[in-house]
């Protein structure tokens, strides 16, 4: 008998990765952990953005 497994990993892609990295590198102290969600979320959503910007840009 076949039993399905999914697995989710972090990161799941480069965007994540990177949201991460610069997550690390900024000063968290001070910050309740709804504030540091949000500030991730935001460097996620601004590199999506970049890229796709980017991606309509003829080189």
Do not use: I
């Not at 990993?9 to 968290?28: D, G, I, R, S, V």
């Amino acid at each position: 008998m076949a039993e399905n497994t999914h697995l989710e990993t972090f990161p799941a892609n480069k965007l994540e990765a990177l949201a991460m990295l610069y997550m690390q590198h900024q000063n968290l102290s001070g910050l309740t952990p709804e504030q540091v969600l949000d500030k991730y979320q935001d460097a996620y959503a601004k590199m999506r953005n970049h890229e796709r910007v980017k991606g309509q840009v003829q080189y």
